[in-house]
């Protein structure tokens, strides 16, 4: 990954902008994503309009640290929580069976909700200064290859997005691996 510091200012915008019910794209270890409030139902049905996404598939939440994640891990066998924290921070999203928390336009049609805990320092930045965690889509259409520049995403997204936070991406070739936290399943490789 680029040695770029973080911009505090320029995630601090960023940050207002998602609290006023905002849709954000931003860097994250692989590709450029989409992001918002997981909690404000109509940034996130924005996000997935925006997106031409199928609501029934769900987004990702990303978060900073296993601390953000503390309401989705209730319940959580002492085996599955000692998996999460072998495992994050790092590129990894584990499907973890929803205890009621998440919003269902979060989970889609599933029982489950996706959580990844990055180590990206202008993401584990966003989310820190948010004061949870995110909704994580990569910033494509539905269907279409991965945006990885600044200048793809401001093609593509510029004029419907509220913020673009301009960061380095993470250096990782591909998003980050998707498994069933219950059944250690992997999903996407």
Known sequence: MSEQPV???????AAAVLR?????AYPTEAVWGLGCDPFNSRAVQRLLLLKQRDPAKGVILIGSSLQQFKPWLIGLEAEQLARLEASWPGPYTWLVKDNG???EIIRGK?????????DHPWVV???ETF???????SANLAGEPTL????????????EVDYILDGPLGGLEAP???SDLETGEVLRP
Do not use: N, W, Y
């Open 7 to 13: 911009d505090p200012q320029a995630v601090a915008e």
């Open 20 to 24: 006023q019910g905002g849709v954000v």
């Open 101 to 103: 928390h998440t919003p």
């Open 110 to 118: 599933h029982p489950k909700v996706a959580l990844r805990v990055t």
């Open 125 to 127: 930045a966003l989310c």
């Open 131 to 137: 004061g949870g965690p995110l909704v994580s889509t």
């Open 148 to 159: 990885t520049t600044f200048a793809a995403i401001e093609e593509a997204f510029g004029d």
């Open 176 to 178: 980050s691996r998707i």
